[in-house]
């Protein structure tokens, strides 16, 4: 079944709006990143959360390692922040460092 | 260097032709990882390596694809005989190594068209 799991798919806001995108996974975990893939490609390092709580500017990450689970917070939307999400997992059934991805969170910010 | 390089940026082939990536991971870092991203939102883990020893290598195709990490050079990936299901963005990241803190860091990644 699928092990890492991220929800919505896609997501329009307008600009200055706030969001949650989510990351299930199903085991337990050594490591967990947020990325945010730009329009060009480039894969940015957002977060490494394997627990706990983090804030960086407009964006904040929690992960409940216990519960399986990742939230990304977006507030007061810009439309630089259009792009995809990545969620990826470094189970602990897994060799060493190797990274699941989800699918991805799709998102689209308008002026 | 401070980041992980990979060169080219871009790379197209004829199908049947080689084609061979490069990765620079950041200086101190004894771990190299190799990612396939097909299909804009599918990753796929390749291979891994801690220093210029393979360390898991169950997701590289058995038959067309090798890589390696030497001492004193950038790692490489090459793909024998190119199919056009081989075009793809290759990422390259590395880490520290040390357990608690495995953070991985990504290259701007190779697009690999194949014709």
């Known amino acids: 079944g699928i092990q890492v799991e991220q929800s919505p798919p896609d997501l329009i806001l307008q600009e200055g709006a706030n969001s949650t995108l989510r990351c299930n996974f199903s085991?337990?975990?050594?490591?967990l990143q947020w990325f945010h893939q730009n329009p060009w490609g480039q894969l940015i390092n957002l977060f490494y959360?394997?627990?706990g709580t983090k804030q960086n500017g407009r964006l904040s990450a929690t992960t409940v390692a216990t519960e399986r689970y990742s939230l990304l917070y977006i507030s007061s939307s810009q439309t630089t922040d259009s792009g995809v999400y990545f969620c990826?997992?470094?189970?602990?059934?897994?060799?060493?460092?190797?990274?699941?991805f989800g699918a991805g969170t799709q998102v689209v910010v308008t002026p | 260097g401070e980041e992980v390089a990979q060169t080219p940026k871009h790379l197209v082939r004829g199908e049947g032709q080689k084609a061979k990536l490069y990765c620079a991971p950041i200086?101190?870092?004894?771990?190299v990882f190799w990612y396939q991203q097909v299909l804009k939102n599918e990753f796929k883990f390749l291979i891994s390596?801690?220093?210029?020893?393979?360390?898991?290598e169950t997701g590289m195709p058995k038959e067309r694809f090798s890589a390696k990490c030497l001492p004193n050079s950038p790692c490489s990936l090459e793909i024998q005989a190119t199919k056009l299901e081989d075009s793809a963005v290759y990422f390259c990241?590395?880490?520290?190594?040390?357990?608690?803190?495995?953070?991985?860091?990504f290259g701007p990644g190779t697009r690999l068209t194949v014709l």
């Open positions: 990826a997992v470094e189970m602990t059934t897994d060799s060493w460092g190797k990274l699941q």
């Open positions: 085991d337990s975990v050594n490591n």
């Open positions: 959360i394997p627990s």
């Open positions: 200086k101190g870092h004894s771990y």
């Open positions: 390596f801690q220093n210029e020893n393979v360390f898991d």
């Open positions: 990241a590395s880490n520290e190594g040390r357990r608690t803190a495995n953070e991985q860091f």
